[in-house]
């Protein structure tokens, strides 16, 4: 069974590009597409996917605030921040915890490793 894997990012084309990339995956598969923080906690609760990619800048809730409000309630889903901010991501991975990895937007080919990584199938 392909893991199931959620996207956030307030911005089409990036959501559209995220699909994509999975759709010629076997292994992972998009479960659910958000467009804002609060709509991300809302589906990842309805969907429990099996890894979840955030961006750091979205309305409602930013990614790190979605992903602390997520790991109260899935502590054991990894959650990738996938942000063009990514100095300043890695610097909050290391003291928030609530992040798994970054993964600058510069580098989307990295992408699919982190997935492998912290989800493998």
């Known amino acids: 069974m392909a893991k199931r894997v959620l996207v956030a990012d307030d911005n089409p084309l990036i959501r559209k590009m995220l ?57 054991h889903v990894p959650i990738i921040l996938f942000t063009q901010h990514a100095k300043v991501g890695i610097t909050l991975l290391e003291t928030n915890g609530t992040i798994d990895r970054t993964v600058s937007k510069s580098d989307p080919g ?9 989800a493998p199938a």
């Open 19 to 75: 699909c994509r990339l999975f759709e010629v995956e076997e292994d992972y598969g998009i479960c659910a597409e958000a467009a804002d923080g609060e709509q991300a906690i809302e589906l990842a609760l309805k969907h429990r996917p099996d890894l979840i990619i955030l961006d750091l800048a979205m309305p409602l809730f930013n990614g790190l605030e979605a992903a602390h409000k997520i790991k109260k309630m899935m502590p």
């Open 110 to 118: 990295s992408l699919m490793e982190s997935v492998r990584s912290l």
